[in-house]
DNA sequence: CTCCTATCCTGCGAGC
DNA sequence: TGCTCGCAGGATAGGA
């Protein structure tokens, strides 16, 4: 389900479903129904370290969601296909168990209701950060050191992700311009969707060699990137006022995309057909006349 | 190094 | 109708 936009959506709604912005909230319990989604899921004694705990807030980084408590972090990556939702009144696991739907795999008890973690494909990722012997390390020390994180590229809005910075990291370098701003090492929390989106938007080729762009080229796409992600935050947040309507559905494909998906179809500025090519086996779309 | 492929999973729609 | 095939929004290990 999800790109940065579809992420950050997920956060704002959980932090709203949990009211963070007044008060933290205590976790009572937590479940996993299985033992590991793509890594191992945390041991029982693990997870028992999280009851009494109260989330503060949730934060994102890249497509992760880290969630902070008194003195823990644990993290959620949706995969292609994690949601989380909300199941108001539920009181304990053993009663949820009879009810489980089918790929329900990690459940929080709060005191009103509890968060049931779905991933059909299971290559989401829910883990709880070693805990330091401090009293809680800092986000910015969880963000340098932290396996999941310490290897990611800047944020869409961060000045490293910038023209400048980008054509130096691309000297020299074969590889197409689409599989580079999906690579996380580069810039976080652009996917396949976006990829293309923010290219047709920035007039540039998915498959031109980044050895070949001007800087000129990655101004376009630096500032089509921000927008074409920042437009989808806006939108998920005004067509989706929570967040489990991501998972009824709702949300991811009512954000108009002007190339993709489109193969065949008239190009929204010029009629001329959308292109399909693969690149780094996934499909991406073009128009021919638009990118250059 | 750099780049590309295969792979982890299940579900769904197209085509026969 | 029912089957098979190909493809799906991510990320990474391994090979060329």
Known sequence: MPELPEVETVRRGLERTLKLSDQSIEIQDVVCFRKNL????????????????????????????????????FLSHLGMTGAWRWVAGMKDAKHFRSIKQTHDHIYIQFAEGALVYNDPRRFGIFDILKISSKPKEELASVYSHSPYFQHLGPEPWDED????????????????????????????????????EALFRAAVRPQRKVKTL????WQRIVQESQAVLQEAILKGGSTISDFAHIDEGHGYFQHSFKVYGREGESCVSC??????TVLGGRSSYWCRNCQK
């Open 161 to 196: 992700f910038s023209s400048k910075v980008l054509l130096e990291k691309a000297k020299g370098k074969e590889v197409a311009v689409k599989n580079f701003i999906m690579n996380q090492e580069i810039v976080v929390g652009i996917g396949n969707i976006y990829a293309s």
């Open 38 to 73: 793509r890594t191992d899921l945390p041991r029982p004694q693990l997870l028992k370290k999280l009851e009494g705990e109260h989330i503060v807030s949730i934060h994102r980084r890249a497509k992760y969601l880290l969630f902070e408590t008194d003195r823990m972090f």
């Open 271 to 276: 009629s001329g057909k959308v292109q399909n």
């Open 214 to 217: 001007k800087q000129e080229e």
